[in-house]
């Protein structure tokens, strides 16, 4: 597929760092106007405690309203397992859409049996307002974003890119952190090394921005790179590494990881476009199934 590239256009981007989730969450502003998009947002849970609260989304909304901006999108790169989304939150102060890969469905599938939802859970991804397909394009203001297919980590990750920005999700790390594990359901390490080949063949130039960063070795946290950058020393794909080595790799890489400690209610959450299911009566209530991913 060829995707509609324009270097020539530089969106303002604008990173908050989560430290609770090691979560990036980007304010994407089209230079020639008012309008932005925010991607992979963030809901705090002290999961202990069954509490959640807005901080960081309040953080974004500050900003946003103090720059006078309007929110056209809230992107989600993929269902995320290591946070929880602000989405709805969000929407609600600010307005704008929220979307993702269409794929979700997908997800929903897998596990809304997981969590043994019932009939009342849609899985036709129609909790989102855009469901986007590999190509697929839309509007910050007057400046044309799109959308590229990217399974592997999860079957429903997408990068989204934006002028001369990319949005990687999880689909790559900083170059010397690498890159995102394979092995929840529907994850490939094979696909997810297709996939950054598709990221790693935009213009040298590119600029990328991850999902998530952890200071490995003790480094200062960041979040910024580019396509040229990966490609030359990305510790797992950079350089003269193949596909059967990566995937050699990131299988023994993975086999040695634990799950995530927001997992359970990250899935919960995020396949609901970031709504908190319910119980009978109508009360937030999240399920833990045992033994069940």
């Given at each position: 597929m060829t995707y509609p590239i324009d270097l020539s256009v530089k969106p303002e981007v604008s990173g908050h760092f989560d430290e609770a989730t090691n979560t990036i969450t980007y304010i994407v502003k089209d230079p020639g106007s008012n309008h932005c998009a925010i991607i992979d947002s963030v809901m705090d849970i002290d999961y202990a405690a069954g509490r959640i609260t807005y901080e960081a989304a309040d953080k974004l909304i500050a900003e946003i309203t103090d720059r006078g901006l309007t929110l056209d999108w809230i992107i989600e790169t993929h269902v995320h397992a290591d946070h929880l989304s602000a989405a709805p939150y969000l929407q609600d102060k600010l307005g704008g859409k929220i979307g993702v890969g269409e794929k979700i469905m997908v997800i929903q599938e897998t596990f809304g049996k997981v969590f043994n939802e019932g009939t009342e859970f849609q899985r036709d991804g129609s909790q989102f307002d855009a469901l986007f397909k590999d190509g697929d394009t839309y509007m910050i203001g007057g400046m044309q974003a799109f959308a590229i297919y990217t399974p592997g980590h999860t079957p429903a990750c997408m990068v989204h890119v934006v002028g001369d920005a990319a949005f990687a999700g999880d689909t790559l790390f900083m170059p010397d952190g690498g890159s995102a594990r394979c092995?929840?359901?529907?994850?490939?390490?094979?696909?997810?090394?297709?996939?950054?080949?598709?990221?790693?063949?935009?213009?040298?130039?590119?600029?990328?921005?991850?999902?998530?960063?952890?200071?490995?070795?003790?480094?200062?946290?960041?979040?910024?790179?580019?396509?040229?950058?990966?490609?030359?020393?990305?510790?797992?794909?950079?350089?003269?590494?193949?596909?059967?080595?990566?995937?050699?790799?990131?299988?023994?890489?993975?086999?040695?990881?634990?799950?995530?400690?927001?997992?359970?209610?990250?899935?919960?959450?995020?396949?609901?476009?970031?709504?908190?299911?319910?119980?009978?009566?109508?009360?937030?209530?999240?399920?833990?199934?045992v033994n069940g991913i």
């Open positions: 092995d929840f359901p529907g994850g490939s390490a094979g696909d997810l090394y297709d996939s950054i080949m598709k990221v790693l063949s935009l213009p040298d130039e590119t600029r990328l921005f991850m999902c998530h960063d952890y200071g490995p070795n003790g480094r200062a946290i960041q979040w910024e790179t580019t396509v040229a950058d990966q490609k030359a020393h990305n510790i797992h794909v950079g350089g003269d590494k193949t596909r059967e080595d990566f995937i050699k790799f990131r299988t023994e890489r993975d086999a040695q990881l634990s799950m995530p400690k927001l997992i359970i209610p990250s899935l919960q959450v995020n396949m609901r476009a970031g709504e908190v299911p319910t119980d009978a009566q109508g009360n937030p209530m999240l399920k833990v199934p």
